[in-house]
């Protein structure tokens, strides 16, 4: 069963199957966002805090240290576990490593209730549950990006960044609701939680297709060939016959052939041949940028800024962010479909660092805390930062760690740029308690800064991807007249323009001749790499 997009076939098992694997976003948000919210709860402060006045929660108070370890823990947890997200993806296939990563995940939230007194325990099953959504953080948007059809991919993996906000959004909405118990379920609860979302992963996901791609690498084509029909919504019959199916599989397979005889170990990714260890660095350096834009000092700390700031329940406030940043992300998925994602990032990058200079001043220039018009004019900032951080850096940097990278090495570049994130991660969710006390708001001129630094390493080393299949975007990179400023005017050779070659592929779809060349994108490829 299909529907038509550009005059393409679309099925509606793609649409599934980005949704699905995009549970592995809702968990990790999930996890991001329940933290923040966890740290203010009575009992959670009366069990693992220190009181100077035992039984009266008043007294008690999280040090810096065990206050950064407990939030920092499960992204210490990520890093590790996108390091193995890619050999246990390459090894056991995408499908199959997603459930295996969802296992991992429950045995960490487990450990975490039954915590009683012990700070240290809910501390490790922080970092045993990241694990687990690190290792997912690095297989979902390959999946997605290797299995979506190209007219889609863009829409479809950002549906993982979509899933990370409405994570984070559903863990506000639930501890709000928990935070008035007065015993242990308050925090129970929304941890506990989070096993009901890895089960529907766990278990959906192997009714879905396996990545054409991995198959093709293994020597499956056949099946290959059905997955794509699947994805396309091309009964199986027609699959060998179905003009689209009969060029995606021929692209892949003369891709996969001259891959596996240079097949990339971890140390390819950082060989400079075919551009593979500039878009090594670019992928690390995209996903660093994505965390130092500032999104998770809201996000891990906002409710206790937020309390600073003078308003009498934080916790609503927190709930407002998370909106925003759910609802505008459905923006953001048409921004970077419509626009490409070259454009959006520079723009976005200088419209947070905006928006962050306005929270900083106002909150260094008077205290909030005795000037209520300063504090709302703080929460309109960070508001209209988050605005802008979710239709463009946030689920922009994941589309591109989907679609930068050539197969033989996709897995593992992925893996070490999302480990570049959960490093980043863990620096500024360990160190952000040390840095806010010594500097308080001006740390807000600091992700300003750095919002500032993406918009120009996008401009300079990022090529404009959108609308090319994967094998394609491997050679623009490889081509040496095409530079990053250039490039949203390149196509691959027997192409005028990226619209001629969207064109003849509608007019193939509808049987309409299509002019030489236009199956000649797999083996250009190889030919111009045996070449280099």
């Known amino acids: 069963m299909a529907f038509y997009f550009h005059g393409l076939p679309i099925g509606w098992v793609a649409i599934m199957l980005a949704l699905l694997a995009s549970m592995g976003g809702f968990i990790f948000g999930y996890d991001t966002g329940q933290i923040s919210d966890i740290l203010l709860m009575d009992d959670f402060l009366l069990r693992f805090a220190t009181c100077s006045t035992p039984g009266d929660v008043s007294t008690c108070s999280f040090s810096t240290v065990r206050e950064g370890l407990i939030v920092s823990l499960l992204s210490i947890g990520t890093l590790v576990g996108a390091l193995l997200g890619a050999p246990i993806a390459d090894m056991f296939g995408r499908r199959y490593a997603m459930s295996t990563e969802c296992v991992v995940f429950t045995i960490g939230v487990i450990i975490q209730i039954t915590s009683d007194h012990v700070w240290q325990q809910f501390a490790v099953g922080r970092f045993v549950s990241g694990l687990g959504v690190g290792a997912l953080s690095a297989a979902v948007p390959m999946y997605q990006a290797e299995t979506a059809p190209s007219q889609i991919r863009g829409t479809l993996t950002a549906t993982y960044q979509l899933f990370i906000t409405f994570g984070i959004l559903v863990a506000y909405c639930i501890s709000i609701g928990t935070r008035n118990i007065s015993n242990s379920a308050s925090w129970r609860i929304v941890v506990g939680v989070g096993v009901l979302w890895a089960l529907i992963l766990g278990i959906g996901i192997l009714f879905m297709p396996e990545s054409p791609r991995w198959l093709a690498a293994h020597d499956r084509m056949e099946e290959a060939q059905f997955s794509l029909a699947r994805s396309?919504?091309?009964?199986?019959?027609?699959?060998?016959?179905?003009?689209?199916?009969?060029?995606?599989?021929?692209?892949?397979?003369?891709?996969?052939q001259y891959e596996k005889q240079v097949r990339g170990g971890w140390i390819d990714c950082f060989?400079?041949?075919?551009?593979?260890?500039?878009?090594?660095?670019?992928?690390?350096?995209?996903?660093?940028?994505?965390?130092?834009?500032?999104?998770?000092?809201?996000?891990?700390?906002?409710?206790?800024?937020?309390?600073?700031?003078?308003?009498?329940?934080?916790?609503?406030?927190?709930?407002?962010?998370?909106?925003?940043?759910?609802?505008c992300t459905f923006g953001g998925m048409y921004v970077l479909e419509r626009f490409g994602r070259r454009r959006p990032l520079i723009i976005g990058g200088i419209w947070q660092s905006a928006w962050l200079f306005v929270f900083a001043?106002?909150?260094?220039?008077?205290?909030?805390?005795?000037?209520?018009?300063?504090?709302?004019?703080?929460?309109?900032?960070?508001?209209?930062?988050?605005?802008?951080?979710?239709?463009?850096?946030?689920?922009?940097?994941?589309i591109l760690i989907g679609e930068t990278f050539p197969t033989r090495t996709r897995a593992k570049q992925g893996s070490l740029s999302t480990a570049a994130n959960w490093i980043w991660n863990f620096l500024l969710a360990f160190f952000t308690p040390f840095i806010s006390s010594a500097i308080s708001y001006r740390y807000g001129f600091v992700f300003a800064a750095c919002n500032l630094t993406g918009a120009v390493v996008v401009y300079f080393f990022l090529y404009e991807s959108s609308n090319f299949s994967l094998e394609s975007v491997n050679m623009m990179y490889t081509d040496p007249d095409c530079k990053p400023w250039t490039s949203r005017e390149w196509a691959p050779p027997g192409y005028s323009s990226r619209q001629d070659l969207i064109d003849r592929t509608r007019a193939a779809e509808a049987h309409k001749p299509l002019a030489s060349g236009a199956l000649e994108e797999g083996r250009t490829e190889k030919s111009s790499a045996e070449g280099s």
């Open 232 to 256: 396309r919504g091309i009964p199986k019959e027609e699959a060998k016959s179905h003009y689209i199916i009969v060029r995606e599989v021929e692209e892949i397979n003369a891709s996969v």
């Open 361 to 398: 001043a106002a909150g260094t220039a008077v205290d909030p805390t005795t000037h209520p018009g300063v504090g709302k004019l703080m929460i309109v900032a960070a508001c209209m930062f988050i605005w802008g951080y979710a239709m463009t850096w946030a689920p922009g940097v994941w």
């Open 271 to 327: 060989r400079p041949q075919n551009k593979t260890l500039y878009r090594t660095l670019l992928g690390m350096s995209l996903q660093s940028l994505q965390q130092l834009t500032g999104a998770n000092y809201f996000f891990y700390y906002g409710a206790t800024v937020f309390k600073a700031v003078g308003l009498s329940d934080s916790f609503v406030t927190q709930i407002i962010l998370g909106t925003v940043n759910f609802v």
